[in-house]
Every structure is written in C-alpha cells, then in structure tokens.
C-alpha cells in the first residue's frame, strides 16, 4: 500500500482537478520526453480533458500536453485537494 | 586575412521549439531565396536558403523544432547534432514570448552549450493581448545575449533581428553574464565523471556539455563515449552513470527551476492569465465525439474539394495536354520505326503524362494540408483518432494520411510527413500502399459484378474489409517486431490556435507540389519506360512480350489460386497503373474495347468465382504502383525500406491468395 493515497496516476484525475508531479516512470525515452516538455517532479499539472478512456490534455507551464492513455497512467501526481 | 574583399560567409542556425513561428522567420529572412533538401541519410526536411545585408552573406538553416537538445526524436538529434558538431557561427533562438517559461528551457540549454546568441523574442502581440509584459531589456540582462522583440507574422523586429546578427557575428555581444548554472546536487557528481574520463577524450562533443549529456542518460553520447573509451574506462564510467540515473530529474529540474527565475525578472508582475490556449475552440474540437464529427467534416470537406475542382482539372488535362500531346506526337513521329512511337508515345507520355495530371489533385490536398498546419488543428486531429490508431500500434498523427490513401496512396505516402515520429512515419509510410486506393476498387467491381451479380456490393465490401484487417495486422507488427524498443510514446504539445500565414502555407505546398513533379519526372517516368519496354519486347504482344513471359513463368504459382498465365500477367502490369490491369486483359483476351460485357463474359469463362475472389484478393494486396514505389522511396530515402514494402505486400498478396482459393477448394465453395 502506498502510505500517501494522494499520490495517484495523472489519468485518474478528473478535468478541472490539479496536481502536482510526483513521479515519472516508464522508460528513460519517456521519461526524457516529460521532462522536455515541461513536466518536471514538483509541476503543477490541471487536467483539462480525460473521457476515461484514450489520451488526456494536461495544463502546465502555460501550455497544453496531449498524453496516450497509457503514459497518463505512468506519470504519478501529488493529488490537490482545495476541494472537498 | 583577406577581410572585405571576400566576406566570410556566416552560417546561422535558427533554433527553437515547434510552433514558436520559426518558419515565418526563416521564410521572412531569406524570402524566396531557400532551398529545401533532406538531411543527410534521414527522412526529415532540411531547409536552408541565403540572407544579404550590406555586402554580408548570411547562410541560414532552419533546424528542425525541438524542445530540448536531448535528441529525444530524429528531428531533435539532428538540431542538437548540427548545434554540437558543427557548429554554426550564431544561433537565432526563436521563443514564443506568449509561453516564455516552457521556451526558456532550450535557451537554457542553448547557454549551456555555450554558442553566440540571439534570441529572437516572437508573438509579442499574443503575449499583449492576453495581458502578459515581457521586458525584453530585463531578459536581455538575465541571459546576457541580445534579444530582439518581434512579430514575425508582420515582418515586426526582422531588420533588428538582422543587425543583432550582424552585431554578434562582428564580436560586439553583450557582456557575458554568469550562464544557467547546474543544480549543486549534480556538480560533484559531474566532477566524479570529469576525473574517470580521460583527459584525451576524443569525441565530436564539447567535453563538459557531453558529461552533463551523460548523466542525463543521453543514449547517443553513450554510444560515442563507449567507443571512444577502452573498456575499463567505460566500466568505470557506466558503474557512475548506473548508481545515478535520477541525476536527469535533477539537471531537467534546475533548467526549469532556471527559466522560471528567468521568466521572474523579464516579466515583472505576472500576467498571461488571459491567453487564449484555444479552450474553447477545443471544447467541440477535441471531444470524444464532438472531435470525431468535426473531424469527418474536415476530411470531407478535403475530399469535396479534390473531387469538384480537382477531378474536373484533371479530366481537363489529362483531355487536352495528355492524349492531344501523345496524339500529336504519333502524327508527327509517322514513318518512324513502330517501336519508337510506341516508346514516345506510351512509354513516355502515358507514364509520366498522367501523373502530372494528378497535380491539381495533389495542390488541393497539399493545401489544405499546410493550412490545418498552421493553424495548429493537426494536433486536435491527431489527438482525437489516438484512442483508435494506438490498438494498432500506430498513434493518431497517422490517421489523416491513411485516410488520404483512399482516393490515391501516392499523395498519402508524402501526406505522412506530417507525422512526427520516425518510427511511426515510416510504419504510415509502410502500409499506406495496403490502402485500397480508388484505381483498385474499379478492378474490384468490375470483379464483383461479373461473378457475383447481385453480391457483389457485399462480396466487395468484405474484400474491403478483409483488406483492411491485413493493414492492421501489417502496422501492428511492423511497429511491434521491425521498430521494437523505439519510443513511441504519445507526449504531444496542442498548440495555440493562429491565423495562417499565407507566405508558409503557399511555400510549404509550392514545395510538396514540387516535389512531386521531381517524382513524376524522374523515378516515376524511368519505371514507367521499364515497363513499357518489358511489356512491348520482344513482341508489341503484351502476351509475347517479357511481361508475358514473367506471366507464363509464374502460371504454376497461379494454378495455385485457379488462375491462369493471362491472369497473371494482368497482374504484373497492375504495377504501372493498378487500373491497367483491365486494360490488359481486354488485350490478351481479345475483348477490344468499349463496353465491359464481353470482357466479364470471357472473365466467367477462364476463372471460377473462387479463384475470381482470389484474384480480387491478390490485386488488392499486391506490390504497389510503379508512382507509390517511387514516393516510399522518395519519403523514406531508402532502397532497403522501399524494398521491404515491396517484399512483403508481395509475400502477404500471394498467401491470402492461395489460402482463399485453397480453402474454398476444400470446402467446395465457388469451384
């Protein structure tokens, strides 16, 4: 079990919600090409599209990220609960 | 020195992230004095052009987009490698001041490697409009190049940006502020591989850039390091890099942790909130479904377009330029040997004569193609048909060019560029031809309705569809076994919406069109003499020409499927033109022309239905056109890729056509 339950994959979160990133996993190309584009441990990511199924959109650092289903689920985020 | 009299040319770089307006620059900067190429050995475009100003001669190359100079695609090596390696005299970075922060990390980078900057501060009214102040005095100060403000859209800041040039060519920069420094975290650790190195490294890198490349797991410097290096040595270095492989979050981090500090001081008071990312837009745009119909609305549009005004001007020449210019050509050439008319006339015109009356077709599409570009929906697209493309092993970039492929796979094949990935391009590039493209469907027709009368609409639409299960089998384990271990992942910037500009979209299509007449010109025109003389020797008889004889050769083979030597023959000359093949059997079965019936009566009368399916089958996977060849080849710069397209329709064609006809033979279907 995961001591901290508010760490969770970035394509569990639902539109509108923020994050910020926890952990990359999943390959040193991957991995490389977050962080390129921006999505470094400590960012603040806000989902902006997620159906549940195929890719997501992601806001950070004024710009827009589209990730496969399958990278959103490899990128781990500290889950931002300002709402109840 | 022999200053003045013959001025050292200077090479700048423009260097920058994708959608930063880069080609703008370049296009305002050399205007139509460009030239567009290949880089050397790969698939991606290489365009240079030259740049005057006061008896200065400026060569410029535009790199291609990249976010990083870690080679993390083919198009990022080739910035990174050109940058390290070659070492252009200056480097324009082009930043979008609307999205400064993301921006400043290759700058930052840029620094790093220690080359003579500009920057060239782009979409200042953007930034404007949605309430974001960028200093460009301040940023000045805290990088320590100069930096030029501009709007590229309107030629705003192009003659500044041309006298900083100048300026930092002649040696007047500004004074060199302390550069982005490493987190303190990874300096020790760089010191630790700077003294296991040794010191007569002999690589073409600048050796402290390359160590730092080395921590960040940078696969290609390995690759160099390791050769360079004896094998202790690289022992040692690969324990270090092996016990520290989170230094790459640290480097990447203290690069972002730079430019957000960076981005402090050019800015002031914070603002920006109100740029426009195109969320709106996006809400119908990229929706599951909204997205899909938006889509199929845009692709119909494209086809409404190639099919109204296209179709017609391609009728209209093909009439007046292609069988007038052939016509006259027999009139004139009366009395000369046949053979040599039938050369000029065939060989020559009917080849490369009607594929230069696709132009029209092709201008359209390109057209389109570069406006939705521009505008930044490629991306929407792509984002879209993702859900569909990746269970195929494609990603969603790739859909739009397949789709193409439907009326002709010739312009599908050079649609694929817009394909980010080289893995991905090339698996597009490799089952394009499995499209069923129009020219084979009318073979299928006629097919259908000769041997199945009433069925025929279904039997062709499961040919189609059995097709299509073929193309999806091929990409998924072209992807799967042939670009195994490639990273294919979906990491993908959506752009802002903006305007387009009509000077890029004119001279990215100019340039594909361009292309393509290079294509028809040359490889297409020299395939189709080849076949035309394989075809009319020894004897102007197709059935007695090389042709027929290949088709004779392959009758045992053909028993397979039910079909006999003049099938296979038709089938050969499908490689001209896939509609040649009725053309041909009209000839070897002595039918004539005009009207099909006599030909689908005699079609009934060598054939039975299952072998008629087999062929269908056989037709629809076969090597592709002589015209689809030589684009794989032009888009791939590859004999072997080429080779291998051709290798392996050929072998699937064959067996999905003995399979069907074997099998239907066992269960005593159509036989």
């Excluded at chain 2, 109100?274 to 929706?287: K, Q, Y």
């Excluded at chain 2, 053909?558 to 023959?569: F, S």
Aim: hydrophobic residues 50%; aromatic residues 6%.
């Amino acid at each position: 079990m995961r001591t901290d339950d508010r760490v969770v994959p970035l394509g569990t979160l639902r539109p509108g919600e923020t994050g910020t990133v926890a952990e990359l996993s999943g390959g040193r190309a991957f991995v490389a090409r977050c962080l390129s584009m921006g999505c470094t441990p400590g960012t603040q990511v806000t989902m902006e599209r997620n159906a549940g199924r195929g890719p997501i959109i992601v806001k950070l650092r004024g710009t827009r990220l589209a990730l496969g289903r399958g990278e959103s689920m490899r990128l781990l985020v500290r889950r931002q609960d300002d709402k109840p | 020195m022999t200053e003045g009299r013959h001025p050292k040319i200077v090479t700048v770089a423009l260097a920058g992230t994708p959608n930063t307006g880069k080609s703008t620059v370049f296009n305002a900067l050399t205007g139509l004095r460009q030239h567009v190429g290949n880089w050397p050995g790969k698939t991606v475009e290489k365009k240079s052009g030259i740049c005057q100003r006061d008896g200065k001669v400026f060569s410029v190359v535009d790199l291609p987009g990249s976010y990083s100079l870690g080679a993390n695609s083919t198009e990022e090596e080739i910035a990174r490698d050109f940058l390290a390696r070659e070492r252009p005299d200056i480097v324009v970075a082009i930043v979008d001041a609307s999205s400064l922060e993301r921006n400043l990390y290759l700058v930052c980078e840029l620094l790093q490697l220690g080359v003579p900057m500009v920057v060239a501060l782009n979409m200042m009214d953007v930034a404007r409009s949605g309430g974001l102040e960028v200093d460009a005095g301040a940023l000045e100060a805290a990088l320590g190049v100069p930096v030029v403000p501009m709007v590229a859209r309107n030629g705003q800041g192009i003659q500044q940006l041309l006298e900083s040039i100048e300026a930092v060519a002649e040696g007047e920069t500004a004074s060199p502020v302390d550069g982005p420094r490493l987190s303190p975290a990874v300096q020790p650790l760089l010191a630790k591989l700077d003294a296991a190195v040794p010191a007569d490294l002999d690589i073409p890198y600048p050796r402290r850039w390359a160590l730092v490349k080395l921590l960040e797991g940078d696969p290609s410097i390995r690759r160099s390091m390791k050769a360079a290096l004896p094998p202790d040595a690289w022992e040692r270095i690969r324990n270090i890099l092996h016990q520290h492989e989170q230094a790459m979050l640290e480097i990447a981090s203290s690069r972002y942790d730079w430019a957000a500090e960076t981005y402090r001081r050019a800015v002031g008071r914070p603002g920006g909130e109100n740029i426009s990312l195109g969320e709106r837009a996006d809400r119908l745009l990229t929706h599951p479904l909204g997205g899909l119909i938006a889509f199929a609305a845009m692709v119909f549009g494209i086809y409404w377009l190639m099919f109204n005004l296209g179709a017609p001007m391609q009728g209209w020449l093909n009439d007046n330029v292609v069988v007038r210019s052939a016509d006259a050509l027999e009139d004139a050439l009366r009395g000369w040997p046949d053979w040599s008319t039938s050369l000029l006339a065939n060989g020559l015109i009917g080849g490369a004569g009607l594929v230069l009356t696709f132009i029209p077709i092709l201008a359209i599409l390109f057209l389109a193609l570069a406006i939705l570009e521009d505008v930044g929906y490629m991306a929407r697209a792509a984002f879209v048909m993702d859900r569909f493309m990746h269970r195929v092993g494609l990603r969603g970039q790739s859909f739009l060019p397949l789709f193409l492929g439907w009326g002709c796979n010739v312009p599908a094949i050079m649609g694929s560029r817009i394909v980010e990935s080289r893995a991905a391009r090339l698996t597009t590039i490799l089952v394009t031809p499995l499209v069923p493209c129009a020219a084979r469907m009318v073979v299928i027709a006629l097919f259908t309705a000769a041997f199945f009368g009433g069925a025929a609409v279904l039997v062709s639409w499961s040919m189609v569809m059995m097709n299509l299960a073929v193309l999806a089998l091929a990409a998924l384990l072209i992807s799967r076994f042939v670009f195994r271990g490639q990273d294919s992942s979906f990491v993908m910037e959506i752009p802002r919406y903006h305007a387009p500009n009509i000077r890029t979209v004119l001279l990215a299509t100019g340039e594909r069109v361009r292309r393509f007449v290079m294509l028809a010109g040359t490889v297409i025109l020299a395939m189709s003499l080849v076949v035309w003389a394989f075809s009319s020797f020894p004897s102007n008889d197709v059935g007695d020409s090389i042709l027929g004889h290949i088709g004779r050769g392959l009758a045992p083979v053909g028993g397979l499927m039910g079909l006999d030597w003049r099938m296979m023959v038709a089938l050969l000359t499908s490689f001209v033109a896939k509609e040649q093949t009725i053309a041909t059997l009209r000839v070897i079965l002595g039918t004539g022309d005009g009207a099909n019936g006599a030909l689908k009566t005699e079609l009934t009368s060598i054939m039975v239905p299952a072998a008629a399916v087999s062929f269908i089958a056989l037709q629809m996977l076969f090597v592709p056109c002589a015209a689809s060849v030589a684009a794989i080849r032009q888009e791939t710069r590859s004999w072997r890729w080429t080779g291998f397209a051709v290798g392996y329709m050929l072998t699937i064609s064959f067996a999905v056509a003995i399979v069907i006809y074997q099998v239907a033979r066992l269960f005593g279907l159509g036989v």
